[in-house]
């Protein structure tokens, strides 16, 4: 009677185990891409600088036929696929102030994690229509950040911030930011939210430190 090799039959039996260990490598493989865009609700804000968030969530749905329409966690959502990921895109309705409130509410659902979270944000210390990625950071004075920073108890979540600094000083910030777009600002803005809508993929596809080199150069024409 030929006897087993007791080490190969110790191999064949870890096979499965093997195999097991390699699909649980990634622990956010199952989580969707929660992708989150700043502003404020109702038409007086619809084409305001501070509604940027807004206006590159709503590009990625149209570009995805993706309606964001659900209402969940004073937010309005839609479900999408983005580079062959499953991606939600968020639209708090609860002013910029207290964005945080509507997202820390969504990510208490075990199928998301701050993780894959993404924050789109305008930014008026950054050069009009400048894209600016990032792992985490400082709010830096917006106030949609600060509430989400927060309420989250963390800064380490991405952020994408689209820059809108005036081309000359203003003396009121709040209202600046408020104000509609330009002639010349809106003129850029399909470019803009091209650029923003190819970074967030960027995201999704490469990760973080490679969407970031690959977009933290680029400005949209003048």
């Known amino acids: 009677m030929v006897k087993k090799h007791p080490l190969k039959a110790e191999t064949r039996s870890n096979v499965p185990a093997t195999l097991a260990l390699h699909i649980r490598m990634d622990p956010l493989a199952d989580k969707n891409w929660l992708i989150v865009g700043l502003g404020n609700p109702g038409l007086a804000y619809e084409r305001t600088r501070h509604n940027l968030g807004f206006m590159l969530v709503d590009q990625l749905a149209l570009k995805t036929q993706t309606q964001v ?12 696929q983005i580079e062959n ?10 002013f910029m102030n207290l964005s945080g409130e509507a ?44 509430s989400i920073i927060d309420c989250l108890k963390t800064s380490d979540f991405i952020r994408l911030r689209i820059g809108i600094m005036p081309e000359h000083q203003v003396g009121d910030t709040a209202k600046f930011v408020l104000e509609n777009f330009s002639k010349n600002e809106a003129a850029l803005l399909d470019e803009i939210l091209k650029n923003g809508a190819d970074a967030v993929k960027f995201v ?15 400005e949209p024409s003048a």
């Open 85 to 94: 990921q499953m991606a939600e895109l968020v639209k708090p309705q609860t």
């Open 103 to 146: 997202v820390s509410c969504l990510l208490k659902k075990p199928e998301r994690s701050v993780e894959k979270l993404i924050v789109i944000s305008d930014d008026i210390a950054i050069p009009f229509g400048t894209i600016r990625l990032r792992p985490k950071g400082s709010h830096g004075g917006q106030n949609g950040l600060r």
């Open 204 to 218: 999704i596809r490469n990760g973080i430190e490679q969407a970031m080199n690959l977009t933290n150069r680029s």
């Open 69 to 80: 329409k659900r209402d969940e966690c004073r937010s309005l959502i839609g479900r999408s």
